[in-house]
């Protein structure tokens, strides 16, 4: 299964039926990565990368090989060590629209296909498919 075959099987899902659990497990096999909005509070990723975000209003997402960069050795978001991994990491922006449009969108740079979940017929969010080999040189990590 490719991102561009995975998009499309999604695309025109119903907000709350977006992806099923052995679809997120055949796109888990095909070391691809399914992220959408859930609610207006979090980015779920489902497939190579099993996780969720709370991204109330939007956020800024680092992805790594290893999958969704989080801060556990501070406090603080200038960490050295936070900071390091940050700009070697890929970044997901959740952006969030409160009025026209579908609720939420993606903006990176990672290369990735588009689907679009629906919620009364309306698109509801734009969600992305992409390929853990598009997050750089590195070997994959089980995450």
């Known amino acids: 299964m490719t991102a561009k075959e995975l998009a499309e099987m999604l695309s025109g899902r119903e907000y709350g039926g977006e992806i099923s659990n052995r679809e997120a497990q ?3 096999e095909a070391d691809l990565v399914v992220v959408y909005g859930y609610s207006d509070d979090n980015v779920e990723f489902d497939g190579a990368i099993q996780d969720e975000v709370g991204a109330y209003n939007g ?3 680092y992805i790594t090989c290893g999958g969704i960069l989080r801060n556990p050795d501070c406090d603080r978001d ?4 936070f900071v390091q991994e940050r700009e ?3 970044t997901i922006k959740a952006v969030w629209h409160d009025k026209g449009g579908p609720c939420w969108t993606f903006e990176t740079d990672i290369p990735h296909e588009t689907f679009t979940i629906v919620e009364d017929g309306e698109p509801w969010c734009i969600g992305i498919v992409f390929s853990m080999e598009c997050l750089g040189n590195c070997a994959h990590k089980e995450v």
């Open 26 to 28: 055949s796109a888990k």
């Open 59 to 61: 956020t800024t997402i």
């Open 78 to 81: 200038d960490c050295p060590y």
């Open 88 to 90: 070697k990491a890929k």
